[in-house]
């Protein structure tokens, strides 16, 4: 089989990207409208920053307590199927011990979920939580650490013992060295100072990295915060 001329593919390779820019440039241009177009289905979720916060810690207690509500998970799946309208987008980590949607007692279509092992900023999770907000109108994120978490507690390793983990690993345990660091010579238990550090520090990279979650923060439609998940009680205690 004969190749083709290269400058039949260089066309057709600047056609792609082309057609790439354009979809990118319109996708952007379409965010805006989209928040006001999406559809309500949900109006108890239409809140102000401060309201989403008192309603969530509210849930959490129910939960720690052991008095959650019971929800109509059938009548929600109909009434979310032409869209959704959250009232938080939470970045936790993938802990399997840690269920976000149970910890805060929320039924279908209240919570927005990004996860991942130590709950830290990468790029897609930025995108969706940016999506969340621009696009859903949700009015609170929180960044959910929790106690024990395995991941900081590799990166404290890295630190102080220079472990070595296998596979991608290693990586990861990386992530953490700035805010292990951060506590290493503070009072208290490092493994928890680290935790809270993290939660810290990933709050601060979200309002710095994303003028988009920025610009919403200064006009009051946002509300950016931190807490550590206590595995034991199911408390959630605010940081920062």
């Given at each position: 089989?004969?190749?083709?001329p290269?400058?039949i593919?260089?066309?057709?390779?600047?056609?792609?990207?082309?057609?790439?820019s354009?979809?990118?440039?319109?996708?952007?241009g379409?965010?805006?409208?989209?928040?006001?177009?999406?559809?309500?289905?949900?109006p108890?979720?239409?809140?102000?920053?401060q309201?989403?916060?008192?309603?969530?810690?509210?849930?959490?207690?129910?939960?720690?307590e052991?008095?959650?509500?019971?929800h109509?998970?059938?009548?929600?799946?109909?009434?979310?199927?032409?869209?959704?309208?959250?009232?938080?987008?939470?970045?936790?980590c993938?802990?399997?011990?840690?269920?976000?949607?149970?910890?805060?007692?929320?039924a279908?279509?209240?919570?927005?979920?990004?996860?991942?092992a130590?709950?830290?900023?990468?790029?897609?999770g930025?995108?969706?939580l940016?999506?969340?907000?621009?696009?859903?109108?949700t009015?609170?994120?929180?960044?959910?650490?929790?106690?024990?978490?395995?991941?900081?507690?590799a990166?404290?390793k890295?630190?102080?013992?220079?472990?070595r983990?296998?596979?991608?690993?290693?990586?990861?345990?990386?992530?953490f060295k700035?805010?292990?660091?951060?506590?290493?010579k503070?009072?208290?238990?490092?493994?928890?100072?680290?935790?809270?550090?993290?939660v810290?520090?990933?709050?601060?990279?979200?309002?710095?990295?994303?003028?988009?979650?920025?610009d919403a923060?200064?006009?009051?439609?946002l509300?950016?915060?931190?807490?550590?998940?206590?595995?034991?009680?199911?408390?959630?205690?605010l940081?920062?």
């Open positions: 089989m004969c190749d083709r290269s400058h593919n260089e066309r057709r390779s600047f056609l792609r990207l082309a057609a790439i354009a979809g990118a440039t319109m996708l952007a379409t965010l805006p409208s989209l928040a006001h177009a999406m559809p309500s289905p949900k108890a979720n239409d809140l102000n920053p309201q989403a916060l008192t309603r969530l810690m509210a849930g959490n207690q129910r939960y720690a052991g008095v959650t509500k019971r109509d998970f059938m009548s929600e799946r109909e009434l979310l199927a032409g869209g959704q309208n959250p009232f938080v987008a939470i970045l936790s993938a802990d399997s011990r840690i269920a976000p949607e149970y910890a805060f007692d929320t279908l279509g209240d919570l927005f979920a990004v996860r991942v130590g709950n830290f900023v990468t790029d897609e930025l995108a969706s940016e999506y969340a907000v621009a696009v859903l109108g009015p609170l994120i929180l960044v959910l650490g929790h106690d024990s978490c395995g991941a900081i507690a990166g404290v890295a630190v102080k013992d220079n472990a983990f296998p596979g991608k690993i290693q990586g990861l345990a990386d992530t700035p805010s292990v660091n951060k506590v290493l503070a009072p208290g238990d490092l493994l928890e100072n680290a935790i809270a550090q993290n810290t520090d990933t709050v601060m990279r979200l309002k710095a990295e994303s003028s988009l979650l920025a923060v200064s006009a009051g439609k509300q950016i915060v931190g807490g550590v998940y206590k595995l034991r009680s199911g408390n959630v205690k940081i920062g």
